[in-house]
């Protein structure tokens, strides 16, 4: 086998391309080149009002715009000195799950799941397994409209602001989507079964793991940052302390590290360090799903996001009951405006995303900062190329290639947010 380069890997967020070094038919080295230009986000908000960040920052990416938004705005009240209601906690974590539900029905059916049957892409599916197509569809559109019904718009929300919502869903509206949530749970249930059916690499990541915990909840919203193997647990504030980002020259996203290590973020390492936390219909998907606990194959992401659609909807249909039989308001707060430095953390479907502002006496942003998720994957999954492609690459020149491209898009990586 040759040097190779494959340009525009398919089915991801992004533009990238994969580059194969080869020396006398052994694969010497391997990278993964983000080519798309810099946006220069963490520029754009200073100067600009606090108000302003969540929605500059929620253009970072059309696909998780509810977590950049909500990010955004946790790190700002913190900032601020801004504590917002039980109601408007629960709120936000709808709007976080709606997210969830939409990216993962995307990623699975459209992105990961012709991988598995031999076709290049879904279209060919909904001509032979149109069953199978019409559940993809139906996830992704009840939580588009989760997020519509919570954030006012499916994509880039607007209702919620820093201190709470400019507005919320009636009791009607929210009524009508939990009898759609509760009924989505076999198609959930359809799909971790659909994905654990399906025969993937033995293949093991080095990496660390991290990802937002809390001793209540499956966080997803709130919690600490813990790391699997090293297994400490820190605020997610400060973040700063924790993670190491660093330019490449062969890419324009920069790489992280913790602790001189790449790390894994998203639904393996959330799966593994917050399984207990699951609901009752979560727990029993994964029990179903064979999936053994703790794993560290990265192929494995496809079932825990499976797992995770399952739980979402069994889980907000809880927390719209709580909405239904409770009072409180999620208006607005009062802010007061002073010199002050906050940070937020949310975990996107894709893993643990990051935002921090430093804020004047004048309410303008002085700094702002972000790490998304793949800017957090991208050291490890270079990592793992490399040691994936010599166990592969004695195959044919074409099943070779899909082999790696199936282990890139097992990260379910946006390229655009890294080159936020």
Not at 21 to 49: K, L, N, T, Y
Not at 77 to 106: D, F, I, K, P, W
Not at 301 to 325: M, P, S, W
Request: aromatic fraction near 6%; charged fraction near 20%; proline fraction near 5%.
């Amino acid at each position: 086998m040759a040097n190779l380069t494959v340009e525009h890997v398919a089915r991801i967020e992004g533009h990238g391309n994969i580059s194969v070094s080869v020396e006398e038919g052994v694969v010497r080295d391997i990278q993964m080149d983000v080519v798309e230009p810099a946006r220069f986000f963490e520029s754009m908000v200073v100067g600009r009002r606090f108000e302003d960040a969540p929605l500059i920052t929620s253009r970072i990416c059309g696909i998780c715009s509810p977590n950049h938004a909500l990010t955004s705005i946790k790190a700002v009240e913190a900032a601020l000195g801004v504590e917002v209601s039980e109601r408007t906690r629960l709120l936000r974590t709808l709007l976080v799950y709606g997210s969830y539900l939409q990216n993962h029905a995307t990623h699975l059916y459209v992105f990961a799941a012709p991988d598995f049957v031999g076709l290049p892409n879904i279209f060919p599916l909904a001509q032979t397994h149109p069953d199978v197509v019409g559940r993809a569809l139906k996830i992704k559109k009840l939580g588009n409209e989760l997020c519509n019904l919570v954030g006012g718009r499916s994509v880039h929300p607007v209702t919620a602001v820093v201190g709470g919502f400019t507005s919320e869903p009636s009791s009607r509206d929210l009524s009508a989507m939990r009898a759609r949530l509760r009924d989505i749970v076999g198609d959930a249930l359809a799909t971790v079964d659909l994905f654990a059916s399906f025969k993937v690499p033995d293949f093991d990541t080095a990496g660390e793991m991290l990802a937002l915990t809390s001793p209540t909840e499956y966080a997803i919203y709130d919690g600490d940052v813990t790391a699997l193997d090293a297994g400490w647990t820190r605020p997610a504030a400060d973040y700063h302390d924790t993670l190491r980002e660093s330019i490449v020259g062969h890419s324009n996203a920069k790489h992280s590290t913790v602790g001189g290590r790449p790390f894994l973020v998203g639904a393996v390492a959330r799966m593994n360090l917050n399984a207990q936390r699951l609901g009752a219909r979560g727990r029993d998907a994964l029990e179903a799903s064979g999936l053994v606990l703790p794993t560290r194959n990265p192929f494995h992401t496809h079932v825990c996001q499976a797992v995770e659609l399952v739980d979402a909807a069994e889980r907000c249909a809880g927390y719209i009951d709580r909405l239904i039989g409770s009072d409180g308001s999620s208006e607005p707060v009062a802010v007061d405006v002073s010199a002050g430095t906050g940070a937020g953390a949310t975990e996107a479907p894709r893993g643990t995303l990051y935002h921090s502002y430093s804020i004047g006496d004048d309410g303008l942003i002085t700094k702002g900062d972000v790490i998304t998720p793949t800017a957090q994957n991208l050291a490890n999954l270079e990592a793992d190329m490399r040691a994936f492609a010599p166990t592969v690459a004695d195959r044919p020149r074409e099943e070779f290639v899909l082999l790696i491209e199936e282990l890139v898009r097992s990260y379910d990586p946006c390229l655009s947010c890294a080159v936020h």
